[in-house]
C-alpha cells in the first residue's frame, strides 16, 4: 500500500509554473548583489525552502515573487499584475515580505526602513513568516560562504555595513521566533540562527586576528 506521505502537499500547477515564468521575467536582468549569479536562483531557492518547510502553492508562488515588488515595481503596476494574475492572498504575502513598495520612487533610509520591517514582521501570520525566513536563512547562507571566501569586502556589496547588516541579522533571529507559531517556521530560524552566529564568530575572530 502506497505511504500517504509520499503524496505531494500539492502538484505545482499552471498558475504555479506561470508565476515562476513571471518572477523569470521580472528579474532577468538582475543578479545577487556582487555576483553574476542570475537572480532566478535565489527565487527558486526560497521557494524550496518554503515547500521543504510545510508551505502550500500559495506561499510558494508568493516565495517566488517575494522581491517583485521591493526590486521591480518600476512603475508601480506591479502589485495589480500580481492580484490580477495570482489572487489577493498571494498579493498579501508578498507585500507583507516586502520592505518598500516603489523603491523607485526613493526609499526610507535604510535603518529606520529595516527597523519598520521588523516591527511588521512581528505582526505577520505564519505563511509570510515561513517565505521570511526562509529568503533571510538563504540570504545568510550565502553571506557567510562568500565572507569565507572574500572577508570583509563582503560588506561592500550592501547599502548598509558590517556592523549594521549583523544587528539586522540578529534582530530578524529575535522576531521571527518570536512571532511564529509553527514549527516548520521555527526549524527555519533555528537553521537560521545558527548560520548568524557563525557569521558573528567568524567576523570576530578576523577582528581579533589583525
Known amino acids: 500500500m502506497p505511504d500517504p506521505r509520499s503524496k505531494p502537499r500539492f ?8 508565476a515562476f515564468d513571471y518572477a523569470c521575467q521580472l528579474h532577468r536582468d538582475q543578479a545577487r548583489k556582487g555576483t553574476t549569479i542570475p537572480y532566478a536562483s535565489h527565487l527558486m531557492a526560497v521557494a ?13 508562488i508568493a516565495a517566488l515573487l517575494h522581491d517583485a515588488i521591493e526590486d521591480q515595481n518600476h512603475d508601480g503596476s506591479v502589485p495589480g499584475e500580481i492580484e490580477a494574475r495570482f489572487g489577493p492572498s ?3 504575502l ?8 516603489n523603491p523607485f520612487k526613493g526609499k526610507e533610509d ?8 521588523l516591527h511588521h514582521l512581528s505582526h505577520a501570520p505564519d505563511e509570510a513568516l515561513l517565505i521570511s525566513a526562509a529568503d533571510k536563512l538563504h540570504n545568510a547562507r ?11 569586502e563582503l560588506w561592500k556589496r550592501f ?9 539586522y541579522y540578529g534582530e530578524l533571529v529575535t522576531v521571527l521566533r518570536q512571532a511564529s507559531s509553527g514549527a516548520q517556521v ?13 557569521l558573528k564568530e567568524e567576523v570576530a575572530m578576523r577582528a581579533t586576528s589583525r
Not at 535604510?110 to 520591517?117: D, I, L, S, V
Not at 550565502?142 to 570583509?152: F, K, N, P, Q, V
Not at 547599502?159 to 544587528?167: F, I, S, T, Y
Request: overall charge negative; charged content about 25%.
Open 11 to 18: 502538484s505545482p500547477s499552471p498558475r504555479f509554473t506561470a
Open 48 to 60: 524550496a525552502l518554503v515547500m521543504e518547510h510545510g508551505g502550500g502553492e500559495e506561499a510558494a
Open 90 to 92: 498571494v498579493l498579501a
Open 94 to 101: 508578498v507585500r507583507a515580505c516586502s520592505d518598500s513598495e
Open 110 to 117: 535604510w535603518r529606520p526602513r529595516k527597523e519598520h520591517y
Open 142 to 152: 550565502a553571506m557567510l560562504s562568500d565572507y569565507r571566501t572574500i572577508g570583509d
Open 159 to 167: 547599502n548598509a555595513g558590517r556592523e549594521d547588516q549583523l544587528w
Open 186 to 198: 521555527r526549524s527555519l530560524v533555528d537553521a537560521l540562527d545558527i548560520v548568524v552566529t557563525a
